[in-house]
């Protein structure tokens, strides 16, 4: 997995206001454009094809990110859905149900 998306999930899973920014996004694409948006803010390169795969190798990411920590909430609610992007191909994702824009199929 890229290097970056893992530099950029460190910083994410533990700040609450980079979440909600996040999930602003309503559809898969918007999701993805802030993600490497913001990325870019903070000085990390992501692509639009980086964040997919991370998205789709949610479980793996988490482990990398997480080194010996133990999982977020967020994480294991994810995790236990399947992943930011069940349903991906369809124009679907699902994120936690306490975030506004991802808690909901679109």
């Known amino acids: 997995m890229n290097t970056n998306v893992v530099e950029f999930y460190k910083k994410v899973r533990t700040d609450q206001n980079l979440i909600e920014a996040l999930s602003e996004g309503k559809t898969t694409e918007e999701?993805?454009?802030?993600?490497?948006n913001k990325?870019?803010?903070?000085?990390?390169?992501?692509?639009?094809?980086?964040?997919?795969?991370?998205c789709r190798n949610f479980e793996d990411l988490c482990k990398l990110a997480?080194?010996?920590?133990?999982?977020?909430?967020?994480?294991?609610?994810?995790i236990s859905a399947g992943g930011l992007f069940n349903g991906f191909?369809?124009?679907?994702?699902?994120?936690p149900s306490g975030m506004t824009g991802i808690g909901n199929q679109v």
């Open 66 to 78: 997480a080194n010996d920590d133990e999982l977020t909430e967020f994480e294991l609610e994810m």
């Open 89 to 95: 191909e369809s124009g679907n994702y699902y994120g």
């Open 31 to 36: 999701f993805i454009k802030a993600a490497v």
């Open 39 to 54: 990325a870019a803010e903070m000085g990390i390169t992501l692509q639009q094809d980086d964040v997919v795969t991370a």
